[in-house]
């Protein structure tokens, strides 16, 4: 184990400032390079990458990678490549690497141009869009007479000496985590919140409480609008490439589905499981 752990350490010690391509070991003359490792991490986090993992994780990634050619060559060694089952699997992968590269070539094949993500981005600007949102505090109680008592300490306050005199109750009377932080919620959209807690809060003018205790599963509340942020539209700049991707991927469906059309009208198919099928 302590030879295992040393070479990981010298391992990890090589891996840094590394580029596309580097060689990162070598097996019996056979270089892994820094590529080949991506598509080793990409395999199964598609969203990580190699060169940006630590140092000991590299050299674990390196490791696998080094045991993976010794494995190869046990293989090839013993001849698997020879086997039938070798054989019918290969050609399974061939199949799936044809349609791979070809879905691949129709996908860089479909455009959509500035323009047109613009014209989709006009005719639905409710589809971008940051939602409302409330920035609040709230007492929470147990009983609707506590929250009411607390309402009646307030009821005469308002602008700066309201919000302090909140802050304050929050902070010795809530029974919930943001007392001690005044009651302080932060921003949140009407999604967020139970419903009950919601509605209360963006039926409120900014800088009020609520006049009644707001029950909800959590007990009774008393609540602060700070302030009410509207909905506000997202900048094109800022949605174009998602649009464009999107719009790529609608092009790329329907076009499959066309091909697929006339593949179909065109080939003897028996499709033996739909008793509609006249092919």
């Known amino acids: 184990m302590k030879i295992v752990k040393s070479s990981l350490i010298i391992i990890s010690l090589a891996l840094s400032g590394l580029n596309a391509g580097d060689t990162i070991a070598t097996v019996n003359g ?72 070809w879905m691949k070539e129709q ?18 600007q ?46 010795t009377k809530s029974t919930g985590p943001s007392g001690p932080n005044g009651g302080d919620l932060g921003s949140f959209t009407k999604e967020q919140m139970v419903k009950e807690f919601s509605d209360a809060t963006f039926a409120l003018k900014d800088r009020t409480i609520t006049t009644k205790p707001v029950k909800t599963q959590f007990g009774y509340h008393v609540i602060y609008l700070e302030k009410l942020n509207p909905a506000k539209t997202i900048e094109f700049d800022k949605v ?13 469906n329907s076009k499959l589905t066309e091909i697929a059309k006339e593949l179909k009208s065109k080939a003897d198919v028996k499709n033996l499981l739909d008793t509609n099928s006249t092919k």
């Not at 990409?42 to 990678?65: C, G, H, W, Y």
């Not at 996908?107 to 639905?124: C, L, W």
């Not at 007479?145 to 929050?170: G, P």
């Open 30 to 101: 056979k270089n892994i390079t820094t590529d080949d490792a991506e598509l080793f991490v990409k395999a199964s986090a598609p969203q990580a990458s190699f060169v940006t993992l630590p140092n000991e994780q590299k050299a674990m990634i390196v490791d696998r990678l080094i045991e993976r050619n010794l494995f190869i060559e046990a293989a090839k060694k013993d001849k698997v490549d020879e086997s039938p089952l070798f054989k019918e699997n290969l050609e399974k992968l061939k199949d799936e690497l044809f349609v791979n590269l």
């Open 107 to 124: 996908m860089e094949h479909t455009i959509v141009s500035d323009s047109e993500a613009k014209d989709f981005y006009k005719k639905n």
């Open 126 to 171: 409710d589809k971008f869009k940051n939602p409302q949102t409330a920035q609040a505090k709230h007492i929470l109680v147990e009983t609707e007479k506590d929250a009411q008592d607390i309402i009646a300490q307030m009821s005469n306050l308002k602008d700066k000496v309201l919000m302090e005199k909140f802050i304050e109750l929050a902070k």
């Open 240 to 252: 174009k490439e998602n649009i464009i991707q999107s719009l790529r991927q609608k092009q790329f």
